[in-house]
């Protein structure tokens, strides 16, 4: 099929990821001089981003209701209100601001990231395509977008407010274009007539994978810069090029893996892209320079870049048609913990041993998937024919 053919039918859900991806790269690149603006130490940093994964639970978990109250405008307005929260930590000058501002960005990521993927989920079961790993391109390459751009602005001396506020704009403006005639995301609220369909292990599995991944990931790409930065003695601007490297890396063997995930057994892929992603991991924490450290985001972003599109993918593909929607919905929720307790759980870990210590823990979790993939192989062996 043609790629604007392609392109066409994932318009809404792609903007929205790249969105997504724009926001989350800018907080990562300006988080150093949000640690300089707030005057905390990494752990305290990790301590009062903690609270963000409790709006996004509880976004999540409010989500379906959401999503089936407002029908097919659901996805707009909570990308669009995601981009206006990103707008808000840079205005922090104070401690116990800061919070307040990050749960506010939580719940609205959490609700977003639920409609896009079960958004991505039915267009994929509906016109027979493969569109996960294009859509997470999306934000890998709005997440490079959004880093370079922060780096830039802070290489020229803007204050985060600044640059979080520009940014948020650009990410309002990629919200209108995920307004679509219809919309409408179905299933996402269990029928009461006994139609529910059965949900089973799959999404408690594929959740378990994309945990893992979204917790090395986004811990990785909020941490690089502070690694090259502190540990490795980079500038700004090469601090940026850390999560821009890895999220450019993802970007585009996110692309190749469109075509990649219809001709390889998908569990061989997620094993493959685990082991691969763990070598980089490893490879980041033993940098003596900027560059090595560039070196090791670049393997562990081929190598992550197919493990939560995939896990995602199987979860929706497996699930009963009646109960999909809600499968890549708690399969999500189940992700973002990772999402979000990634950074702070980092934070913790490199207050106490350091930022090299902290990569070293993510290739670790890294190979749990190497146990969960044969897992979900025989969930679906074990489904009715």
Known sequence: MPMSTTLAAARAPLAAFAAMGVLWGTFAAVLPDLKAQLAVTESELGLIILPTPIAAV????????IGAALGRVALPIATLLMAAAFALPGQAAQVWIFPLTMMACGGATGL????????VAALENERNLHLMNLCHAAYSFGYAGG???TGAMRGA???PDWVMGTMAVAAGILALITLERDGTIHGLRKPKDGTAGHLGLIPIIGGGIV???????????????LHIEKTLGGSPEEGAMGPAALALTMGF????????????????????GALLSACGALGAAMATSPMMAYAGFIVMGIGSSVIAPTAFSLVGRLADPQARARAVARATLLGYFGYFFGPPSLGFIAGAFG???AFVFAAVMLLMVLILAPLMARQRQALPA
Request: glycine share 6%; hydrophobic share 60%.
């Open 147 to 149: 880093a370079l751009a």
């Open 112 to 119: 977003t990231d639920v409609l896009m993927n079960a958004r």
């Open 355 to 357: 930022l090299r210590f």
């Open 253 to 272: 063997a996110r692309l190749a893996g469109q075509g990649i995930v219809t001709r390889v057994n998908p569990f061989r892929l997620l094993m493959g």
């Open 157 to 159: 001396g803007w204050s």
């Open 211 to 225: 945990l893992i991944a979204f917790l090395t990931e986004n811990a990785a790409e909020n941490w690089s810069a």
């Open 58 to 65: 509880i976004a999540m978990l409010l989500a379906p209701l």
